[in-house]
């Protein structure tokens, strides 16, 4: 079964800061996503990373990944209070069709 | 395009009420997601289905729950009857799926507003 583990859970940061969540994966995959959700929204799609030393970038975040170490990070440059949500990455397992599984999702604080 | 939408937004129900959830997906797209989130649990994949189909249903917690897909553009979640431990949020979501394209930026599932579920 696969697991997809995120950390930290939770994050405070100050405005300014950089700093990067983790998404461990436990069997081999071919695609990776990056989901953001503010509270009470819905999810958003942020990025897709389908290779090993895929890497995209959108503003002050930075998603790479890593099949070999089946690790993906999510990198915050210079955080703004505009950046606080919570972050999931979702994992694809070759053979299952289009069904992704979800982490446990990290909750981003961003203070002045 | 209007994205997935669901309906009702927000449902407040009785314990013993049967509840139905509503979905209609983005057109096009050949897969649908049901997802239940709660602080607890975080966000768990109850069924998906390709083509209306269901291709995985084992997340569905009991057989209180069903889901169908009698087309292409609208499914149904049905809990009946509900019980208060069924409040969450439940998200519905849609994606084109490779199978078409054979590239896996059409695994993206794009997620509807959700509807809060409260049972009394």
Known sequence: ELKVEQNPLFLSMQEGKNYTIYCNYSTTSDRLYWYRQDPGKSLESLFVLLSNGAVKQEGRLMASLDTKARLSTLHITAAVHDLSATYFC????TGTASKLTFGTGTRLQVTL | DAGVIQSPRHEVTEMGQEVTLRCKPISGHN????YRQ????????????NNNVPID?????EDRFSAKMPNA???TLKI?????????????????????????????????????????
């Open chain 2, 73 to 75: 553009s609208f499914s």
């Open chain 2, 80 to 120: 009946q009857p509900s019980e208060p431990r069924d409040s969450a949020v439940y998200f519905c979501a849609s994606s084109q799926g490779p199978h078409l394209t054979g590239h896996h930026e059409a695994d993206t599932q794009y997620f509807g507003p959700g509807t809060r579920l409260t049972v009394l």
């Open chain 2, 31 to 34: 897969s649908l997601f049901w």
């Open chain 1, 90 to 93: 979702a994992v694809g397992v």
């Open chain 2, 57 to 61: 249903d084992s997340g569905m917690p």
């Open chain 2, 38 to 49: 709660t602080m607890m649990r975080g966000l768990e994949l109850l069924i998906y289905f």
